[in-house]
């Protein structure tokens, strides 16, 4: 069964820093590309941005919204997704996903339970 | 970036009404486009891919339709349990952009 369990979700100040992790099993996760999904307090999806895997050099996509500030990293020994975010603005709060894309290229076929991240002084 | 723009945001529908949710792509992205219903307080669950193809284990009387710039989303008898906001994606092209929902509501 895919599972997909986000955590390190918070409380973080105007300026700060916090990194996310989303644990990964159930599925081969170095064959796929991973994404990252946000959703703020009452409003619509939002997609943040892409790692591929290593057949594609863990590349790298972002929204433009968050390049320069966030960074996605993955860890494929240990199944692991991160997202470090940098230079946090009270806009960032939201609850973030993890989701896959599957071989096919057609995303998002699962998603995490989300962890939520409120940037507030 | 490829705007998507949903139709109606909100609507409101009876127990075996048949539905259709609109979104259209400020450019052509072929059929690179799914649809995701989001429960209240629940993940978004993948409903439709590649404009027309039906995710496994989503009930048939939802389908998708359409390609480049146009997209429908129907439910073909409204059950209880498809009352729900829902979102189109388009993966064509970076950044990757959701159209704003569609709220379904019971009338």
């Known amino acids: 069964e895919v599972q997909l369990v986000e955590s390190g979700g918070g409380l973080v100040q105007p300026g700060g820093s916090l990194r996310l992790s989303c644990a990964a099993s159930?599925?081969?996760?170095?064959?796929?590309?991973m994404d990252w999904v946000r959703q703020a307090p009452g409003k619509g999806l939002e997609w943040v941005g892409r790692?591929?895997?290593?057949?594609?050099?863990?590349?790298?996509e972002y929204a433009a919204s968050v390049k320069g500030r966030f960074t996605i990293s993955r860890d494929d020994s240990t199944n692991s997704l991160y997202l470090q975010m940098n230079s946090l603005k009270t806009e960032d709060t939201a609850v973030y996903y993890c989701?896959?894309?599957?071989?096919?290229?057609?995303?998002?076929?699962?998603w995490g339970q989300g962890t939520l991240v409120t940037v507030s002084s | 970036d490829i705007q998507m723009t949903q139709s109606p945001s909100a609507m409101s529908a009876s127990v075996g009404d048949r539905v259709t949710i609109t979104c259209r792509a400020s450019?052509?992205?072929?059929?690179?486009l799914a649809w995701f219903q989001q429960k209240p307080g629940k993940v978004p669950k993948r409903l439709i891919y590649?404009?027309?193809s039906l995710q496994s284990g989503v009930p048939s009387r939802f389908s998708g339709s359409g390609s480049g710039t146009e997209f429908t989303l129907t439910i073909s008898s409204l059950q209880p349990e498809d009352f729900a906001t829902y979102y189109c994606?388009?993966?064509?092209?970076?950044?990757?952009?959701f159209g704003q929902g569609t709220k379904l509501e019971i009338k």
């Open positions: 994606l388009q993966h064509d092209s970076y950044p990757y952009t």
């Open positions: 790692t591929r895997n290593k057949a594609n050099s863990y590349t790298t």
């Open positions: 159930g599925f081969t996760f170095s064959d796929h590309y």
């Open positions: 590649a404009a027309s």
């Open positions: 989701a896959r894309v599957p071989l096919t290229g057609y995303p998002l076929d699962y």
């Open positions: 450019q052509g992205i072929s059929n690179y």
